[in-house]
């Protein structure tokens, strides 16, 4: 058995929805962006936005699973020493 960092867990976990809570944000500003006749300014500078976080919570939730499954502190038990 395995056991990792439970605080990078917590990170990655939190990152990870993170991007799921905002990418769907920056497609739908972009979605009305392109559909948009005039195209408004604010639309664009909001789905940049929004997309710029997206790509940054994407790299650290990325960062935090790297460092999760691949890190250099790994503390092994065998199921024998448990009892």
Sequence with gaps: MELVQANELRHYELFQWLVALIAPIAVGFWTAYAIEPSQPLALWWSACVFT????????????????????????????????
């Design 52 to 83: 710029t976080l997206t790509v940054l919570f994407l790299g650290l939730a990325l960062y935090y699973r790297r460092k999760v499954y691949h890190g250099s502190v790994v503390k092994s038990i065998s199921l024998k020493d448990l009892n």
